[in-house]
């Protein structure tokens, strides 16, 4: 099935550092979603993004709608423990519609 | 407030057997989405019921079926089942009206085929 372009695929990272990761496609869409899944639940919503350019924070985490439709990225800042997992970039062409998923970022922190 | 419900959380069957896979939205959605994810992978849609009816499908064959209840819960039903349907099968649900209705998720059900 289709999957969005997702990188990196893993990161390896000290607490407190800052991290990014991305998303492109070769679609446009309407909608642009982040999640975030730990071992054995389901993926759970850290920020949606609804307008092209729209820069959108929760704590720690900003992400941004990207101006041509075709990308986004996600930003944690100063990371710790608990940031531990993988985490999914969705897009969305019309609400209601199915979700086409990236294969995920895997986040490692270092000891 | 519940969230999304999934039962069971684990499953096992064999090749050839059919399994049904429950759903409850959670509170005020109306709209429930199926996805596959397969071990290392992102999920896959399978199909979105609304109004107790299937209105999206993707690129899943007929083996996988599905049902929505008056309450909005629903079932997944897989028929003769194969090696390769071992999978996380995570439901969603969502609000339809209005915009800027994100799918919320279920813990999912990991159904492992021998």
């Known amino acids: 099935g289709q999957q969005l372009n997702q990188s990196p695929q893993s990161m390896f990272i000290q607490e407190g550092e800052d991290v990014s990761m991305n998303c492109t496609s070769s679609s446009i869409f309407n909608t642009w979603l982040w999640y975030k899944q730990d071992p054995g639940e389901g993926p759970v919503l850290l920020i949606a993004l609804y307008k092209a350019g729209e820069l959108t924070s929760n704590g720690r985490l900003t992400a941004q709608f990207g101006i041509t439709r075709k990308d986004s990225f996600l930003n944690i800042s100063a990371s710790i423990p608990s940031d531990v997992g993988i985490y999914f970039c969705a897009g969305q062409l019309n609400s209601n519609y199915q979700l086409i998923w990236g294969a995920g970022t895997k986040l490692i922190i270092k000891p | 407030d519940a969230g999304v419900t999934q039962s069971p959380t684990h499953l096992i069957k064999t090749r050839g057997q059919q399994v049904t896979l429950r759903c409850s939205p959670k509170?005020?959605?109306?709209?429930v989405s199926w996805y596959q994810q397969a071990l290392g992978q992102g999920p896959q849609f399978i199909f979105q019921?609304?109004?107790?009816?299937?209105?999206q499908r993707g690129n899943f064959p007929d083996r996988f079926s599905g049902h929505q209840f008056p309450n909005y819960s629903s079932e997944l039903n897989v028929n003769a089942l194969l090696l390769g349907d071992s999978a996380l099968y995570l439901c969603a649900s969502s609000a339809r009206q209005g915009q800027g209705q994100p799918q919320h998720f279920g813990d999912g059900t990991r159904l492992s085929i021998l």
């Open positions: 019921y609304y109004e107790e009816e299937e209105r």
């Open positions: 509170s005020g959605h109306d709209t």
